[in-house]
């Protein structure tokens, strides 16, 4: 008998954004991880569907919260969890987010349409995300080493006499039993290697805006202007096309959480329609540019084949942009069962083009928009 009795697996409907829990139940005890938490469309179903998450784990622990990037759509609406994790004793082990260069990062804040504490967030994640959450932060950067393989374990604080142990890449494992090797559930980032050009209009923008950011840490010009120099520099050599936009969803996490060894089966019971026998695993992907060939092909090469087998449910790539999705994606997941589009129209997303690829890999195709919440609950046979 399986150590892993039940997973739960909710995607919430915030509109166009995402805000994705688990919970992994293991021999009676409840490990959660978070994904992402924003809307681009309602700053109140984000507070509300926080607020009942949070109720719904009071006086747990909470894993990992890791942020997929940071567009105001993936992260507005950490206020709204910080503020209902604080009322509900909700805990926070480790939060982890893409590691941004200081210019990645002003240009974001630029870009944002949010208010001072949310640009502060984009300028300063660790000083910020430390305040909200009293948790540890770790920044991870994209790496091309191939494979990603049981990673060793840290000597962060969740490595000690527990079921959970940390891992260097910011994921954890999950053992049978404290204190035995014998793993049974891990959850694994992966970013993809790349950096990206710069161009003048962009600095321009930069000098037009710096008084505006001023009081939140950023750089006098001369220090933006160095920053820009040495981007561009080591840009031109690694990527010399691409473009302002390739930025964060390059950069954007990729999170597989499912278990190890051979594919488990399990009851997908997916909204709308009747439990589905299937891999019990989970892939979320942000805006990730999946509709490239080569950036498929990394991340179905560090990840590997085993874990991408253990996949039944998907969050789509980007909403469900047609740029960000292809059919290549979708033939690295063979036992895909349920896909959720997380939009509301906006930029026409999700497109029909991205929802026909993900149903004729054989997934239910699942939108999740303006309901209170959609959830994929998952439970082993």
């Given at each position: 008998m399986s150590a892993i009795t039940s997973v739960r697996i909710t995607q919430w409907g915030v509109g166009h954004g995402g805000f994705h829990t688990q919970s992994i139940d293991v021999k009676g005890e409840r490990v959660h991880v978070v994904y992402d938490c924003g809307s681009s469309d309602s700053a109140r179903r984000v507070e509300d569907a926080a607020d009942e998450y949070a109720r719904s784990i009071a006086g747990e622990r909470v894993e990992r919260l890791v942020l997929s990037h940071f567009d105001d759509d993936h992260i507005n609406g950490l206020r709204y969890l910080a503020d209902a994790f604080r009322k509900n004793d909700v805990t926070v082990g480790r939060i982890v987010a893409p590691l941004l260069t200081p210019l990645d990062r002003l240009v974001l804040a630029l870009a944002s349409e949010g208010d001072r504490s949310l640009r502060r967030l984009i300028l300063e994640p660790e000083a910020v995300l430390g305040e909200e959450f009293?948790?540890?932060?770790?920044?991870?950067?994209?790496?091309?080493?191939?494979?990603?393989?049981?990673?060793?374990?840290?000597s962060d604080s969740d490595s000690t006499g527990r079921r959970v142990r940390g891992r260097v890449d910011g994921g954890f494992d999950v053992n049978e039993d404290a204190g035995t090797p014998s793993l049974v559930w891990e959850v694994v980032p992966y970013v993809y290697p790349a950096i990206s050009n710069e161009r003048g209009r962009y600095w321009s923008r930069l000098c037009e805006k710096l008084p505006d950011l001023s009081d939140v840490g950023v750089p006098s010009n001369a220090d933006v202007s160095m920053v820009l120099t040495e981007h561009i520099k080591v840009a031109r050599e690694t990527r010399p096309n691409s473009r302002k936009s390739d930025w964060t969803n390059f950069s954007s996490i990729t999170l597989y959480s499912g278990p190890t060894g051979p594919s488990t089966v399990g009851w997908i019971h997916a909204p709308r329609g009747r439990p589905i026998a299937g891999a019990i695993g989970w892939l979320g992907t942000g805006d990730s540019r999946y509709g490239q060939k080569r950036t498929v092909d990394a991340m179905s090469n560090a990840l590997g084949l085993h874990r991408l087998k253990n996949v039944g449910v998907v969050g789509a790539p980007h909403h469900g942009s047609a740029k960000n999705s292809s059919a290549h994606f979708w033939s690295q997941l063979p036992n895909v069962m349920v896909a959720t589009f997380h939009a509301s129209g906006r930029h026409g997303h999700p497109t029909i083009q991205a929802m026909r690829q993900a149903a004729d890999s054989g997934a239910a195709v699942v939108p999740v928009n303006d309901r209170s919440y959609e959830q994929c609950a998952v439970t082993l046979r």
């Open positions: 009293g948790a540890e932060i770790q920044l991870v950067a994209g790496n091309d080493l191939g494979p990603v393989n049981n990673a060793p374990l840290g």
